[in-house]
């Protein structure tokens, strides 16, 4: 049963356009929203989070937006870079922003292509 | 910086051997956690730990178990490695809280032949 979804496994976007990545939701009790970023043979990077009680978390050429009733979030980057190519995961906790001890739930992961 | 650090890039193991990763962090870290990595699947949380000789199973714990005897090393285990344990392993540490999310290590690619 897959709590955190990620339906795109690859976006392509032009570079200078905005990108916008998704992620959905199941499980109502996960308060606290995060996206990591990883390239190849490295491990993920924290990019930014967001937690429940906001709608908007922005943070330089980052925006992660949360729509609770939807149950769903999205990391929006703008302007895109080609350092941005990379594989993008969706994570979720559910005990706020003092919890993540009991470890995070991942989405499978959207490759963010950025084409000059 | 944060250093997450996992002892080795790349293992090729054969099949019934016992097996350690090792993961060590340098910023005193409460929490550490074990994922694996693998294609179309994300990353799933193999087992955890918040304290030292502390630790707790996360969702595929089977055919693994962990140690935790310093605040700074947490060791994944594979007591007798199988096929299906090919993966990348990623090792990450935090702070308690999620402001500044976990830090992760480079991974290792374990390939079970």
């Known amino acids: 049963d897959q709590q955190v979804k990620q339906n795109s496994p690859s976006l392509s976007v032009q570079e200078g356009r905005i990108s916008i990545l998704n992620c959905d939701y199941t499980?109502?009790?996960?308060?606290?929203f995060l996206w990591y970023k990883k390239y190849p043979a490295e491990g993920p990077t924290f990019l930014i989070s967001i937690s429940s009680i906001k709608d908007k978390n922005e943070d330089g050429r980052f925006t992660v937006f949360l729509n609770k009733s939807a149950k769903h979030l999205s990391l929006h980057i703008v302007p895109s870079q080609p350092g941005d190519s990379a594989v993008y995961f969706c994570?979720?906790?559910?005990?706020?922003?003092?919890?993540?001890?009991?470890?995070?739930?991942f989405g499978k992961g959207t490759h963010l292509i950025i084409q000059p | 910086d944060v250093k997450v650090t996992q002892s080795s890039r790349y293992l090729v193991k054969r099949t019934g051997e016992k097996v350690f990763l090792e993961c060590v962090q340098d910023m005193d870290h409460e929490n550490m956690f074990w994922y694996r990595q693998d294609p179309g699947l994300g990353l799933r949380l193999i087992y955890f730990?918040?304290?030292?000789?502390?630790?707790e199973k996360g969702d595929i714990p089977e055919g693994y178990s962990v140690s935790r005897e310093k605040k700074e090393r947490f060791s994944l285990i594979l007591e007798s490695a199988s096929t299906n344990q090919t993966s990348m392993y990623l090792c990450?540490?935090?702070?308690?809280?999620?402001?500044?999310?976990?830090?992760f290590g480079s991974g290792t690619r374990l390939t079970v032949v």
């Open positions: 499980n109502s009790m996960f308060d606290y």
């Open positions: 994570a979720a906790s559910d005990g706020g922003s003092g919890g993540g001890a009991d470890g995070l739930t």
């Open positions: 990450a540490s935090s702070l308690p809280g999620l402001r500044y999310g976990y830090t």
């Open positions: 730990s918040y304290d030292v000789k502390m630790k």
